[in-house]
């Protein structure tokens, strides 16, 4: 079965920072989601890739599969107090989710 | 507004009790789902259902049973022989033709042990 690690586990930055999020497989990844949830609600989706190489932006937040290392990153450019969640990356394959990254931005 | 209403948001089983969640959804989506989240892990798949009348499990499926009647519903039932129920649940759907993975969510219901 396919395994999605996350890194980092949690991350603190002050706002207007810039910051990434890595999701790394242990397989080849085909279609990689990328989530945002907020304590004790749903999870919002913010993108699909699908191809090696695929870049797609929301808003400030961009993210990009590096096919070749089997990782998806999330980069968020001047960052807010609204982006604070939780973010999870879940994959096509075996239908499975990673454990998220807690994303905390201080005013 | 299409959505996905998930009730009760809180719910408290007694020992040797069913308890049974439910979700609606009126987005008019094929596929919906049943996960699974404990505290600091990622969502792991419980049941799932491509069409009405018709759902496979999930990694987790033991102790837990659904059905899928009509299309915009799917109820999730907590049974007895579930011993650590004690977790948020959240429902999905997913639009036909776009992944595997769900794109829309409700805003779960968090199951205690009385």
């Known amino acids: 079965s396919q395994e999605l690690e996350q890194s980092p586990q949690s991350l603190i930055v002050q706002e207007g920072k810039n910051l990434t999020i890595n999701c790394t497989s242990s397989?080849?990844?085909?279609?990689l989601y990328w989530y945002k949830q907020k304590y004790g609600e749903g999870l919002i989706f913010l993108m699909m890739?699908?191809?090696?190489?695929e870049e797609k932006s929301h808003e400030k937040i961009t993210a990009k599969l590096d096919e070749k290392k089997q990782q998806s990153s999330l980069h968020i450019t001047a960052s807010q107090p609204s982006h604070a969640g939780i973010y999870l990356c879940?994959?096509?394959?075996?239908?499975?989710f990673g454990a998220g990254t807690r994303l905390t931005v201080k005013p | 507004d299409g959505g996905i209403t998930q009730s009760p948001k809180y719910l408290f089983r007694k020992e040797g009790q069913n308890v049974t969640l439910s979700c609606e959804q009126n987005l008019n989506h094929d596929a919906m789902y049943w996960y699974r989240q404990d505290p600091g892990q990622g969502l792991r798949l419980i049941y799932y259902s491509q069409i009405v009348n018709d759902f496979q499990k999930g990694d987790i499926a033991e102790g837990y049973s659904v059905s899928r009647e009509k299309k915009e519903s799917f109820p999730l039932t907590v049974t007895s022989a579930q011993k650590n129920p004690t977790a948020f649940y959240l429902c999905?759907?997913?639009?036909?033709?776009?992944?595997?993975?769900?794109?829309?969510f409700g805003d779960g219901t968090r199951l205690s042990i009385l």
């Open positions: 879940g994959a096509d394959a075996d239908m499975r």
């Open positions: 890739l699908q191809k090696g190489g």
């Open positions: 397989k080849t990844l085909y279609g």
């Open positions: 999905a759907s997913s639009i036909p033709g776009t992944g595997v993975l769900p794109q829309h």
